[in-house]
Every structure is written in structure tokens, then in C-alpha cells.
């Protein structure tokens, strides 16, 4: 058996008609070569086999350099994916299954199942594969449906002044930002103290617009302070990920950059901890925000946990209603064949270095969640429990359990149960300097 060199480039003839591994170096020539800077170390797979084949062998070696967990993972000769998938019957199936028990390595300390345990159809809890490429080569990946803001008020409670809104979504910044920018313009005219953020349906989104609501929220006084950081594995962080040397780091216009004189890839991101901390940047002219009271279920995971994370240090905040999804991981697309691949490959930290909600974030004070509630409507029972609570009719405690929260498989969020969709996606990722 030959051993397959994952930077080498071979001849078009050779191959025969067979779509070789990497179709995903779109723009690289079709022609043998010696191999651009990997080491014969990381010389590991064969050279020959089906297209197939490759995909199988490409989903691992990607995982190997990239998933936020590589450090379990075993070698590709002890892992052999072509073994173990390559008779499955639906080629996709074939590699959903691979990609799922790569997932399942990795056992969370506190309950004793893989961080990505779940009961849903043996999909991973978040890493997932599409049909279809990322659009922007992956540092802009992935498209997120829905409406961003799906409902509006202004409450008065004696001399107290409340706004509520609900957000169904984080679509991209550049199809919401002038929605949201007249949403919180609106509510900054009364001055309210209150912010009543209801996240019940909120799956996630894109990252950057969570965070553009964050800075919509707070005041200018959190200027500089830190809102969170992303902790990618030790081989991206060290700039050691040779494999994404194949993937194309295109600009925000989808469009090839040059770097150091060549064109970039994804193997030129600055992944340190220090290049992907983000810290607060006052957005429009609400100022007066104290208390932050969110309603939240089993359907508010990804960007919108990243959310609340970001807030937590910084404000009086409680959550209400019922637990949350928990996904404090995010991923970018990886184009393989005609895949699109998101391997969880950061952690959220907030600014107090806090992460650990896999299990999802217990609320202070639970609420049954009704069925197809009016948003907004005061006599509904989650925005009627936060409204006491604020008026001070309910004392807020957190929920003390010995238990592990069970996914809610009837509430899980769109962005899990639909496979073609996806959920906490990073699209500003930031070439080395």
C-alpha cells in the first residue's frame, strides 16, 4: 500500500478520471509535484482509490488537524475509515457515520459521555456534514434562514421601564444590521433599565451578529473589556494544521488574497487565543441597559448561549424558562469534494474564562414553555414570569440539580434537527500578520 501525502499534488492522468481527495484546491494545478512543506512524517494514506475512498480518508485527516478534540483521536492506520465505511450503502450516509464516531472520542469528565453525545438519530450533538460547498471557501460559511427580530415592546411598570424583544435567529450581520440598528434606536429613545431578551427559538447563527447585538446592548462604559475568546486545539494554534494548505482563504467579497507573495489559504489564519479574543465595541444609542432578564428553552443553543455568555460577567442576569440546548463550540466550513464539513474546532470563553455549559444553561427560574405562545403578549407565561420577577412579585433562584439535563428531542433547535442546516459559524477569520 502506498502512503498518501497530504500536500502533494499528482498528474491528472494518473488518477484517470478518479476526483481526487483534494477537489477542494480549486485553484491549485493539475500536475505531479513534490510535496509544499509537509514533512514525510505526515506521509499517511494511500495515493490510490475511489473518490469515495478519498472523501473518507480527507473527513479523518481533516479531523485529525482540526476538530477542537484531535487530541483522542487515533492514528489513520488504527481508525481505517476506507475499512470501515467503504461498504456502507449511501455514499453520504457513509460519511455521516464516520463523521459521527470521530465525534464520539472524546468523553466529557462530569457526565462520562463524548462531549457530542447525542440520542438523535446518530448525529453529533455539533459537528455535521452537508451536501453542497461552503459558499466563500470556508472562512465565510454556511447560511442561516430566518427572521432575526421576531417581535417588539415597550412595557411600563410604575416607574419602571422595560423593553422586550424577541430574536428568532443571527443571520448574517450585512441582511440584519439595519433591522437591528432600528430596533435598538427605537427602544433607546425610553431609557429603559430592563432588557427582556426572549431566545426561546433562537438556534444559533452567525457569530459576528451575536456579537454586534452584545454591543447594541451594553453601554459605552464596556468599551475594551473583553466579551469572549475562541481556544482553538493546540495544532491550529501553533500554525501546524498542513492540511488546511488546501482550503482557499477568501475575502469577505468571496475573492482570493494574496499573501507573502502567494495565494492564501486557510493554513495562513491567525488560530491563537490572543488573535481571536474579541472585546466590546459600543454600537447605536442605548445606554441605560442594568438588568438583562432572557427567556430561553431547549431550542436556544450556538450564537444565542454565546450571547448570554458574553453578558453574564457584565450584568444582572437571569435566564427564565427551560434549559438550554448547550453548544458553547463553534466551527468554520471545510470544503471536501462536494461537502461541506464542520468539524467543532473552538470553545467559547467569556471574559471570566467560563465555557463549561455542554449540558446547557440552567435557568433561574423555570417556566413550562407553551406551545405556540404570542411574543410579547404580557399575560403569556415565560414574558409574565419576567415581568414579576423585575416588579419583584418572584424571587429568582438558580435550580439546583444532581441530575444531567436529558435533551428535549421535540424541542431541539432547527439548526440540529435539519441537516442542512447549521449552527455557530465563525466567518471573520483573520490571516497571520
Same mark, same amino acid.
Given at each position: 500500500m ?15 478520471g478518479i ?6 484546491? &480549486?485553484y ?6 513534490k510535496?509544499?512543506g509537509?514533512n514525510?512524517?505526515?506521509v499517511v ?12 480518508d ?19 492506520n488504527?481508525f ?13 450516509s457513509a ?5 459521527f464516531?470521530i465525534?464520539q472520542f472524546k468523553l466529557?469528565?462530569?457526565t462520562?459521555?463524548?462531549f457530542?453525545?447525542?440520542t ?6 455539533y459537528?455535521s456534514?452537508?451536501?453542497g460547498?461552503t ?12 427572521e ?11 416607574d419602571?421601564?422595560?423593553?422586550? %424583544?424577541a430574536?428568532?435567529?443571527?443571520? *448574517?450581520?450585512?441582511?440584519t444590521?439595519?433591522k437591528l ?22 438556534g444559533?447563527g ?12 451594553v453601554?459605552s462604559?464596556? /468599551?475594551?473589556?473583553?466579551m ?14 498542513t492540511?488546511?494548505r488546501?482550503?482557499?482563504y477568501l475575502?469577505? $467579497?468571496g475573492?482570493t ?21 474579541y472585546?466590546?465595541n459600543k454600537?447605536?444609542s442605548?445606554?441605560s ?5 432572557i ?11 454565546l450571547?448570554?455568555?458574553?453578558l453574564k460577567?457584565?450584568?444582572n442576569?437571569k435566564?427564565?424558562g427551560? /434549559? ?6 463553534g466551527?468554520?466550513?471545510?470544503n471536501i469534494?462536494?461537502? *461541506?464539513?464542520?468539524?467543532? *474546532?473552538?470553545?467559547?470563553? $467569556?471574559?471570566?474564562?467560563?465555557s ?9 427560574? $423555570?417556566v413550562t414553555?407553551p406551545? $405556540?405562545?404570542t411574543l ?23 435550580k439546583?440539580? &444532581?441530575?444531567?439535563?436529558?435533551l /428535549?428531542?421535540?424541542? %431541539? ?8 442546516s447549521?449552527? %455557530? ?5 483573520k490571516?497571520?500578520?
Open positions: 502506498k502512503i498518501y501525502n497530504t500536500g502533494r499534488i499528482y498528474d491528472c492522468k494518473r488518477i484517470k476526483i481526487f481527495l483534494f477537489l477542494i484546491v &480549486a491549485t494545478s493539475c500536475k505531479k509535484d510535496p509544499i509537509i514525510e512524517e505526515e494514506s494511500p495515493t490510490t482509490g475511489t473518490r469515495t475512498e478519498f472523501t473518507l480527507s473527513i479523518f485527516l481533516y479531523a485529525k488537524q482540526v476538530y477542537l478534540w484531535n487530541d483522542v483521536l487515533p492514528g489513520y488504527t481505517k475509515p476506507r475499512e470501515k465505511y467503504g461498504n456502507v450503502q449511501s455514499e453520504i460519511f455521516r457515520n464516520e463523521l464516531d465525534s466529557n469528565q462530569v462520562g459521555k463524548p457530542e453525545f447525542s438523535y438519530n446518530n448525529l453529533p450533538k459537528s456534514l452537508q451536501v460547498r459558499t466563500g471557501g470556508g472562512n465565510r460559511a454556511g447560511v442561516i434562514n430566518g432575526a427580530v421576531l417581535a417588539k415592546r415597550l412595557i411600563r411598570l410604575d419602571k421601564v422595560i423593553a422586550y %424583544m430574536l428568532g435567529s443571527f443571520p *448574517s450581520l450585512s441582511n444590521k439595519s440598528d432600528q430596533l435598538f434606536d427605537e427602544i433607546a429613545t425610553d431609557k429603559p433599565k430592563y432588557l427582556i431578551l426572549d431566545l426561546r427559538s433562537n444559533g452567525y457569530v459576528e451578529t451575536a456579537e454586534y447585538v452584545a454591543n447594541l446592548i453601554s462604559a464596556l /468599551n475594551g473589556k473583553i469572549y475568546s475562541e481556544q482553538f486545539n493546540q495544532i491550529l494554534q501553533s500554525g501546524k494544521a492540511i488546511l488546501h482550503q482557499p475575502d469577505e $467579497n475573492k488574497v494574496m499573501y507573502n507573495g502567494r495565494l492564501a489559504t486557510l493554513a495562513d489564519v491567525d488560530y491563537t487565543e490572543s488573535g481571536n479574543t472585546k466590546f454600537k447605536g442605548l445606554e441597559i442594568q438588568d438583562v432578564y427567556i430561553v428553552s431547549g431550542q436556544t443553543a450556538s450564537a444565542s448561549e450571547l448570554i455568555s458574553c460577567p457584565y450584568f442576569l435566564l427564565i427551560e /434549559n438550554t440546548y448547550g453548544k458553547p463550540v466551527f468554520f466550513g471545510i469534494d462536494q461537502y *461541506s464539513v464542520y468539524l467543532s *474546532s473552538f470553545l467559547i470563553k $467569556n471574559a471570566k474564562g467560563w463549561d455549559y455542554f449540558n446547557g444553561m440552567e435557568p433561574d427560574l $423555570n414553555m406551545n $405556540n405562545p410579547g403578549d404580557t399575560e403569556e407565561a415565560c414574558l409574565k414570569a419576567a415581568i414579576a420577577a423585575i416588579d419583584g412579585k418572584i424571587q429568582l433562584q438558580p439546583k440539580s &444532581a441530575s444531567i439535563s436529558r /428535549n428531542l421535540d424541542k %431541539m433547535p432547527l439548526a440540529l434537527i435539519d441537516k442542512d447549521t449552527g %455557530m459559524i465563525e466567518n471573520r477569520l490571516l497571520r500578520h
